[in-house]
């Protein structure tokens, strides 16, 4: 029997989570193959050529440098796998061309705008937008916050956030914060934003209902954005920034954070007046 589109990405699923990729990196390589497959239409996955893969991917305007380098990492996993399963012996991904390593220029949300959304969203959306900009947490994080991931010591509370590439990282949090997710949560605990996602919401659902309040076209990335430049504005301290965010490199997080204009002119004719 010919395996269908969804046939295939449901295996290569649980491929993946057999090899311990977390929820949330199988939901973005699924939706990015889901994504291929609505441009190419419903023919024979391995007869998709390369000239399908870059026609498709060459007509995306609007796509971030990071989004590009992120597509094509789940397009070569798919054919990758596709190949060691026996499914095709012709392995389209490792022709993709290469995306160049660039630094991207930081892309913050608007800080009043941030403040607007806050005052006008519900007790669910207002949680979600305290934690991405409060903590810098991320959309698919976001999404699976549970009461489980709550801790109380003598210091305060904290809170075990599940990361991208199974990269978890613990999260100091103020009293309010966590006593909202637990009461999002309800009494008897659980998922702070219960849905048909393994019990909590998407990370794109998460997504829409942050940017419906937010302002333009700012979404809960360039939330993230903001926190890292905050946080790194109040205490110049990078690596600290990386642990916010769960990173696993430096280079990334310096793409997160913006140099703000008067901080680098102070430092800057500083210098001089000293030199001269």
Request: net charge positive; aromatic share 6%; charged share 25%.
């Amino acid at each position: 029997m010919t395996e269908t589109w969804a046939d295939l990405i449901h295996a290569w699923a649980s491929a993946q989570r057999a090899a311990g990729r977390s929820t949330q990196t199988i939901g973005l390589r699924t939706y990015h193959v889901r994504r291929l497959h609505e441009a190419v239409g419903d023919v024979d996955p391995w007869s998709v050529t390369l000239d399908d893969v870059l026609a498709w991917t060459g007509g995306q305007d609007r796509w971030s440098w990071a989004t590009r380098r992120s597509v094509r990492s789940s397009l070569r996993g798919w054919w990758r796998w596709a190949v060691a399963t026996g499914r095709t012996t012709v392995d389209v991904g490792a022709r993709l061309p290469v995306v160049p390593v660039a630094q991207p220029m930081p892309r913050l949300a608007d800080p009043a705008g941030v403040v607007v959304a806050m005052h006008e969203a519900d007790e669910r959306v207002l949680l979600m937008l305290r934690l991405a900009h409060g903590l810098g947490m991320r959309r698919g994080e976001v999404a699976q916050v549970h009461t489980d991931d709550l801790t109380r010591d003598l210091i305060g509370w904290s809170l075990h956030v599940h990361g991208k590439g199974s990269r978890d990282r613990v999260l100091p949090l103020d009293d309010s914060l966590a006593r909202a997710i637990r009461r999002e949560a309800g009494t008897g605990g659980g998922y702070a934003f219960p849905g048909a996602i393994d019990g909590h919401l998407s990370a794109r659902w998460v997504g829409r209902l942050v940017a419906r309040m937010l302002p333009g076209t700012d979404t809960m990335h360039s939330l993230r954005h903001l926190a890292a430049t905050e946080v790194h504005d109040a205490t110049h301290d990078l690596p600290l920034v990386r642990r916010m965010l769960g990173h696993a490199s430096l280079a990334t997080t310096q793409a997160y954070v913006h140099v703000r204009d008067d901080a680098l002119r102070t430092a800057l004719v500083g210098r001089s007046q000293r030199a001269g």
